[in-house]
């Protein structure tokens, strides 16, 4: 009987602790919602934002500044190289671990960012997949140099068209990593997905922010010219000798490659950089809609209404 109202104790002490994830499209203003919600609840940011891993990326990321950084302290911001081996089964266990730390002082920890499948590694948990001989990738990524990132999804689609329609096929990483799984395993790489994952010891509660699509993709454009006005020309020249690591083919870099290649004009890649930051947005909300549990707000809400709202959710939870 003693034991049992222990553990009860115990249950419940872990469950007062509260993980508030701040998610959106990129440039709806997540990055000034997370600092405002740690001032308030006096606590500290995880980023979940895998862009912003990476210390060479600043700029093109729109990482938070210096300024941003001294007014709460966050965590997975440039702490690692584009040259390191990372991916989201370290962050999740790196991620959780530091959320085990901020939890023996903190009942709420904020976590802000825009890539779906990091905050769901540190909400829900990943998917297991079994491992796959390195050999596997190897010949895939010799594909894609030989024949191409088209010739590699049109494999995806006949192998696993789950996960054709599912994926963000544009993404050569995540394509071939759908595909080694498929060549590795001789099942479908969707098959490994939706299993059942272990529970956390913490409560989320996730916010979005939204606008209507004009909005959104007007922000999206005036933060791209604020890049170039800021310096992501010369930040990306800089890379260029790294330019075939995977880390860099992403939006704001791989298209001032070409230019810097002398494939494309300035002016030309710059458009493409809006036009690949939109349908980037656009895969966002297309993620996140996916979770019928997040408290939607408009970009432009007052603060303390926000703040209000999450205080009312903790307390409902509490109940």
């Known amino acids: 009987m003693m034991q049992n109202i222990a553990l009860n104790v115990v249950a419940n002490y872990i469950m007062t602790k509260y ?18 919600l740690a001032q308030y609840y006096k606590t500290e940011i995880i980023s979940a934002d895998s862009r912003q891993f990476f210390k060479e990326l600043s700029i093109g990321t729109a990482a938070p500044t210096a300024e941003d950084l001294k007014k709460v302290r966050h965590h997975f911001i440039h702490h690692k190289s584009i040259h390191d081996d990372y991916n989201v089964g370290s962050f999740e266990k790196e991620a959780l671990q530091c959320l085990e730390n901020l939890f023996k002082h903190r009942d709420v920890v904020v976590m802000v ?22 050999e596997v990738r190897d010949s895939l ?12 999804q049109n494999r995806l689609k006949a192998l ?11 993404n050569p990483h995540r394509v071939i990593r759908a595909l080694e799984v498929c060549l590795g395993t001789g099942k479908p790489y969707s ?7 272990d529970q956390r010891d913490f409560k989320t509660l996730t916010i979005g922010l939204q606008a209507d699509r004009d909005t959104i993709y007007n922000r999206i454009n005036r933060r791209v010219d604020m890049m170039v006005a800021s310096g992501l020309l010369d930040e990306v020249r800089n890379l260029l000798p790294h330019q075939d690591l995977n880390a860099l083919n992403t939006v704001g870099y791989k298209e001032l490659f070409r230019y810097f290649n002398g494939e494309w004009s300035l002016d030309f890649a710059i458009s493409e950089i809006k036009k690949n930051s939109r349908r980037y947005a656009k895969r966002q909300l297309t993620w996140f809609r996916k979770n019928p549990h997040i408290v939607w707000f408009n970009h432009s809400s007052d603060f303390d209404d926000i703040a209000a709202a999450v205080d009312g959710l903790i307390n409902k939870t509490k109940n």
């Open 113 to 134: 960012g825009g890539s779906g499948l990091y905050i769901d590694a540190v909400t829900k948990g990943l998917d297991y997949f079994p491992d796959i001989a390195p």
């Open 141 to 152: 990524n010799y594909e894609l140099e030989t024949e191409g990132l088209e010739h590699l």
């Open 191 to 197: 098959s490994f997905l939706n299993k059942a994952k």
């Open 160 to 170: 696993d068209p789950a996960t054709y329609t599912s994926i963000a096929l544009d």
């Open 19 to 36: 993980l508030i994830s701040v998610i959106g499209p990129t440039a709806i203003g997540k990055t000034a919602l997370s600092i405002k």
